[in-house]
């Protein structure tokens, strides 16, 4: 085909590609949905002419389904920057990160010198049952070489994770074996935790580190809240940064252990519908009289800002870090007979004042708004809240009658600008290129039998402290091309010592031992204690004159 042929055949795909995602997903809301979202218009016979026409006369032979898979994403992107379409292969992984568990064998790995090494294993999972154990290598799967420049991160997982009570062979190289020994391992139930941390902070308070909102996090935060209560603590943290959301409904009910009977939590709103749902407070809460500070940055979104907004609107608690994302829209799941699926937005949701916290957005202009995070950092919006431009058209009110505002995510009661502290051309180019990460995972394997006397954070820290390991990174540093600058080293001296011990902690330790390690130094997490310590956690009336009377935009009063 000549160039310009070439040329006419792009735009020409495009068409077909819009037309034929539109008919697909006329049909398929139609069946399984029942036409309650009203696409289905009078131009389906057209679109149904125009694909069999494609079909029986285009120049060239067309794969209908290629062009479909190609086309899905394409045309969703169309209408907001959250409608998205999951390929069949791809959806199992996108459900487990929130059902709660998936089928596998039950190990944490890194791929280090094009090599699977295993961080560590889940305990009671398959791989621990049978024996692997943290620092071995996984050389082959199922009688095949695996390793190589070919490994990466999505085909291990593939290769790994299957049906249960399916075998997977592998065959494991162990430094205190000369041999490769071989392991049959059954494919198992493997629980995936969506909270990271829960632990007593500063001998008073509770913290909970929520990563994601799933099936189990609000069992797991139960579980956690009544071991806290039972030790006796005065408030709680709950920490919500870089929480990407997940299911509405998890999210209400957390917060529901927190409000009294009869608060609104969130409501949703559609095209034809006033409301598709609402939550309220069904007073059953365990905590609704406890303290609760939430902490927030720019990744906080969706689920996490419905929790951070109801706790704010309710006036219940104090919200502490930076502004969150701005996700508002409610994606609705809807399943294809060949196994993928596409989330598609059906309403908004609103906070108990009444406020949308959807930033904005053009449709079909996806970079823009991808954009959006990076021109907050250059408009200094992570280092000051003067520089945080609010829309005075969204303004709001809690219940106490303090401004708050939607149109562009959850603004906390408190602002902590991002620490800077220690940061240098030095510590940017060793962070920015994993340095402190792969040493750490060096450094860990080498040494796995000493640092596996220590059992707490506290202890390891303690005898990392006298390993002078800071000065083995500078020189590893410099062996991957990054020049000694003495200087700028002892200006990032806390920083690097932080990510590095931080690393070693979590390879050996976990998650939540790594996070207690992390938070001895937060800016906001301490905040948040001075907050609880002060008893200033409950929001407090504005000071208005008498014959002031407050009302929302929505019109409550």
Do not use: W
């Not at 069946?31 to 069999?52: C, E, M, V, W």
């Not at 082959?140 to 070919?150: E, N």
């Not at 931080?502 to 207690?516: P, V």
């Amino acid at each position: 085909m000549s160039k310009k042929g070439s040329r006419s055949f792009v735009p020409l795909v495009i068409a077909i590609s819009i037309v034929l995602g539109i008919l697909i997903g006329t049909f398929y809301t139609k069946h399984y949905t029942g036409n309650r979202l009203g696409i289905i218009n009078g131009s389906s016979n057209k679109l149904n002419a125009l694909l069999r026409i494609i079909d029986d006369q285009y120049v060239d032979t067309v794969n209908m389904t290629d062009l479909v898979e190609k086309a899905m994403p394409q045309i969703l992107s169309e209408l907001d920057p959250h409608s998205t379409y999951i390929p069949a292969q791809d959806l199992s992984d996108v459900m487990s990160e929130l059902e709660g568990s998936f089928s596998g064998i039950g190990i944490q790995f890194t791929i280090q010198n094009d090599t699977i090494h295993i961080n560590s294993v889940v305990p009671g999972g398959p791989s621990e049952k049978i024996g692997l154990m943290a620092g071995d290598r996984i050389v082959t799967v199922d009688d095949s070489i695996f390793v190589g420049k070919a490994v990466s991160n999505d085909k291990a997982m593939k290769k790994l994770k299957g049906p249960k009570g399916s075998l997977v062979k592998l065959g494991i190289k162990r430094a205190s074996e000369k041999e490769l020994l071989s392991f049959d391992i059954i494919r198992g139930d493997i629980p995936q935790n969506t909270i990271d941390a829960a632990y007593i902070i500063d001998d008073e308070f509770g913290f909970i580190e929520v990563s994601k909102f799933g099936r189990t996090t609000h069992l797991e935060l139960l579980n956690a809240l009544a071991q806290m209560r039972h030790k006796g603590i005065k408030g709680v943290i709950i920490d919500l940064r870089g929480n990407t959301g997940g299911y509405m409904e998890a999210a209400s009910r957390m917060v529901n252990e927190f409000l009294s009977q009869g608060k609104l939590i969130v409501y949703a709103q559609g095209r034809k519908d006033k409301r598709i749902e609402e939550y309220f407070a069904n007073g059953t809460g365990s905590c609704q009289d406890l303290p609760i500070v939430v902490l927030i940055d720019e990744g906080s979104a969706s689920a996490s800002e419905i929790f951070a907004g109801a706790i704010q609107d309710n006036d219940r608690g104090t919200i502490i870090g930076r502004r969150s994302f701005g996700k508002g829209l409610v994606q609705q799941p809807i399943d294809f007979s060949d196994g993928s699926a596409i989330r598609l937005t059906i309403a908004r949701y609103y906070t108990p004042s009444g406020r949308c916290i959807q930033r904005p957005y053009e449709n079909g202009k996806d970079r823009n708004y991808e954009m959006d995070l990076y021109n907050r950092y250059t408009h200094g919006e992570f280092f000051s809240k003067d520089s945080i431009k609010q829309d005075e058209n969204q303004l709001f009110f809690t219940t106490l009658g303090r401004p708050v505002y939607g149109g562009g995510g959850i603004m906390p009661d408190i602002f902590v600008a991002q620490d800077t502290t220690g940061m240098t051309s030095y510590s940017s180019e060793v962070l920015s290129k994993g340095l402190t990460v792969q040493f750490a995972f060096q450094y860990t394997d080498k040494n796995r039998n000493k640092l596996s006397n220590f059992d707490t954070e506290s202890t390891l820290l303690n005898y990392l402290q006298k390993q002078n390991v800071l000065e083995q990174f500078i020189r590893f540093a410099e062996s991957k091309g990054v020049r000694r600058r003495n200087i700028l080293i002892h200006k990032s001296q806390n920083l690097l010592e932080r990510s590095v011990y931080g690393n070693i902690i979590y390879n050996m330790l976990g998650r939540e031992a790594f996070t207690k390690f992390i938070n001895q130094s937060d800016q906001t997490v301490n905040q948040a204690i001075d907050v609880l310590k002060k008893g200033e956690a409950f929001p407090k009336a504005p000071q208005v004159k008498e014959e002031v009377f407050v009302k929302n935009k929505n019109g409550k009063q």
